[in-house]
């Protein structure tokens, strides 16, 4: 269930992230509202996880792979740009995540 838990705090954290452009500096209502209402998600639901995984585990699973679907959504939905650069440092932000779930956090 923690696992679970964590997934969503992983998407709650990327809506928010996704939103930060549209608040355009915090100005507009809407885009705020639903920023603060996403990342208060995400910790709130980061704080039930780390009660059965390892805080660092659970981290580094969450802004790792928060990180990676936020270069992809970047990509895909706000006109950034894809490097291979960017691939690459998304990819060993990934294996930095599986590294740390290897080195028996379990």
């Known amino acids: 269930m923690a696992y ?4 969503a705090a992983i998407s709650a954290e990327v ?19 639903g920023l603060v209402v996403a990342y208060l998600s995400a910790f709130g639901l980061l704080a039930l996880v ?3 995984i390892p805080v660092g585990v659970a981290y580094a699973v969450w802004s ?11 990509a895909v939905f706000l006109g950034e740009p894809l490097s291979v650069t ?12 599986v590294v740390l779930n290897l080195g028996g956090a379990h």
Request: charged share 10%.
């Open 86 to 97: 960017k691939v690459i440092g998304a990819g060993l932000v990934i294996a930095g995540v």
């Open 4 to 7: 679970l838990f964590l997934l």
């Open 15 to 33: 809506i928010g992230t996704s939103l930060l452009k549209a608040t355009d500096g915090f100005t507009r209502l809407w885009p705020t509202v």
């Open 50 to 52: 780390v009660r059965d």
């Open 64 to 74: 790792g792979l928060g990180t990676a679907a936020i270069v992809a959504i970047g």
